[in-house]
């Protein structure tokens, strides 16, 4: 392992990685995990990546487990980067591509930062946590948790998908349900952990979740063979997912192994759309969005810990911030699956409502290649899709 | 593309694979691919399978796909094979396993089957199918189908899980509710089949489907290093997975990278085990199960068309075929995931609970290598669970 120490991106205080850390015990703001570069990029040059396991664990050099016997694992993959050929042509784009994170344990994107996360976790001699959650990261650290022996306790808001609910509470996991948005559960979390004393796994308030998160960018460069596509979309609620991509694609141009960066798009809905709000005037920081609500319910996220983090990975990328409608989300879910066969979740939906947009508004070009994130499986969301049925008794016939 | 033509297993007839042929002309038995072993062989030796894709396509010389260019792929991934350390050691097993097939899109196996089937289809320019699911197959039809421009016509029971309805509906597949069970479906089918002349994609009644489905028995086998285990459990319904999985041990047998067969084993429920009757009767064919009615419900088949085919792999490996009750069931999905963090799906957990009946009546040895194969995501099943937390308001705590 080539972890270094954890650093504050605010006023670069340093802390050992050897303990328990939260936030940055002076401002406040999220720790980054740092490597000693010249150590990584020796090995990683050195390593053959083909004959390693097809999932996260081979960037192994770029995580911070020291111990492999410490990793918890549910079967992670490499989640395909599919090309989409017939929505590509329905649009209007040449390079159309879709990263299904919808085939990852648990079904959806989460499962990453809860794989490296709870690792981390047991390796640090963790026995409880706590964390507030829209749904699927509460569900994914509950399965990683029920492994590993750690208990969880988890609180979310009563509207998240119900089958988010079944997978904690299947796991054993400790489950509340709040009536309000993911900042009540958030403070009923932070009161627990300073009663109890337990891990606080709130989003960026320990430092792994995000070096899970940053391995769909080392797959998305590896699956282009290390040529980093144009632009990259993601559906940012608090926005890991796009700080750690961000994150993992610095790291790889400092080995070398790339050299430009792609534009990074931050999109939300637009009745929760604090990034958007906040890129349109140009600030480096969001404010709290007032009666968040969209279908999109992994991105209501009102106010992101990280959002200076996702503002600066826009800003130094040229990437953009775009908010799009609940309508247009729904839509482009229906047209992803009857034109390519993807049942996706509304969040992911939402890039390609987006992309749309932005091609429409020549920010992106027809020949760019540009690369839609799908966080997660149409699967866990039966609520988006009105399935009207003719019901027929068994000696009826169809008419096709 | 190695294959030879379709053969009958009852009379041996032979059909040419360049046509569209269901069943056989003379007795109405499911047909079997055939390959040129030898020609396989010496091209599956020759291959240099780690430099393939990571999915089931990297076993071509077994698949039945003549031009490349007709394969339609949903990003289909080597399902993981995972070691159950903490449920082996509260079972008593030294060397548990399972084969998590709900990392398929679509979230369950049956994408196998539709990804060979549909491809196969395409390459026989089909434009529309018809077929009587219980759910999840129909599902798994209906999203390649939209990626491959084929109509769907799909027919399944008004109980089969929603989720399996939406994804069908999602991806614009015409879907057709029957009051019934899946063969009343399967009747509703056989007209409409014979009135429009389109193909009948019915379980069986082509024979492609089992050649996708056969990639399990494969991806097994390379998993363990081409060291076949001792015991493998299927959940029975239709049967297919156990038919191919058995049909590729043959073939891996044939072409002499195998030696030895594990024991095959039919879990069924018990309020649906036409299969284990027949077994324990010692007949080589099942008789139709009256008012079938299991939680699991993806294998409430009252009598399979290729029943004879799987009591064949039974006897001829030394299998075995047993039923465990739906409390059992739900018992032990509560068990794998609390222990593993595996939510899966109730077919699959039937499995478990069948496994430790064996080791329990010492048909299956503790230190013997044992595989649960299953079938789907617990996702897909959100009825299964009870998940009863308390709802808190904004200012309460929560109490650990």
Redesign the interface.
């Known amino acids: 392992m080539y972890v270094t120490h954890l650093e504050c991106p605010k006023c670069k205080s340093r802390f050992d990685y050897k303990k328990l850390v939260q936030l940055c015990e002076k401002c406040s703001s999220p720790l980054l995990v740092k490597y000693d570069i010249k150590k990584v990029k020796s090995a990683f040059f050195r390593a053959k990546l083909?004959?390693r396991p097809?999932n996260l664990w081979r960037y192994k050099e770029f995580l911070p487990i020291e111990n492999e016997k410490n990793i918890?694992?549910?079967?992670?993959?490499?989640?395909?980067?599919?090309k989409l050929k017939?929505l590509g042509k329905t649009l209007g784009f040449k390079h159309l591509y879709l990263k299904?994170e919808?085939?990852?344990?648990?079904?959806s994107f989460k499962s990453r930062g809860a794989a490296v996360g709870v690792s981390k976790a047991k390796e640090l001699g963790v026995k409880?946590f706590?964390m507030p959650t829209n749904g699927n990261a509460g569900a994914a650290w509950?399965?990683?948790?029920?492994?590993?022996?750690i208990e969880a306790?988890i609180?979310m808001p009563?509207d998240a998908p119900?089958?988010t609910?079944?997978?904690?509470?299947?796991?054993?996991a400790?489950?509340?349900?709040?009536?309000?948005l993911i900042s009540?559960a958030g403070?009923?979390t932070a009161?627990?952990v300073q009663?109890?004393g337990?891990m606080d796994a709130s989003t960026l308030k320990e430092p792994y979740r995000i070096e899970g998160k940053k391995t769909m960018g080392f797959e998305i460069a590896e699956q282009f063979g290390w040529k980093i596509p144009d632009v990259i979309l993601y559906p940012t609620g608090g926005g890991v997912g796009l700080i750690g991509i961000y994150k993992a694609l610095l790291e790889l141009r400092e080995i070398g192994i790339i050299d430009i960066l792609p534009r990074l798009v931050a999109v939300q809905a637009q009745n929760c759309a604090p990034i958007v709000k906040a890129y349109e005037n140009g600030q480096k920081e969001s404010v709290f969005w007032e009666n968040a609500k969209t279908v999109a319910f992994g991105i209501t996220v009102p106010k992101a810990l990280g959002d200076f983090l996702v503002l600066e990975a826009i800003y130094k990328t040229n990437g953009t911030a775009v908010s799009v409608s609940d309508e247009d989300i729904l839509k482009y879910?229906?047209l992803l699956?009857?034109?390519?066969?993807?049942?996706i979740c509304p969040e992911g939906a939402a890039t390609a409502a987006a992309a749309h947009l932005l091609l429409q508004s020549r920010w992106i070009k027809p020949n760019e290649k540009v690369v839609l994130l799908n966080t997660g499986?149409?699967?866990?969301y039966?609520d988006t899709?009105?399935?009207?049925?003719?019901?027929?008794?068994?000696n009826?016939?169809?008419v096709?």
Chains 1, 2 share one sequence.
Request: proline letters at 5%; charged letters at 20%; glycine letters at 12%.
């Open positions: 083909s004959a097809y918890v694992s549910l079967g992670e993959v490499i989640t395909p980067l599919l017939n299904d919808g085939l990852n344990p648990g079904g409880s706590a509950a399965i990683y948790a029920a492994k590993a022996g306790n609180v009563k119900l089958i609910r079944n997978e904690c509470a299947v796991s054993g400790k489950l509340y349900l709040v009536d309000g009540d403070k009923i009161k627990a009663r109890y337990i879910q229906l699956a009857g034109s390519e066969g993807l049942f499986s149409g699967l866990k039966p899709v009105n399935a009207n049925s003719p019901i027929l008794s068994v009826d016939e169809i096709i």
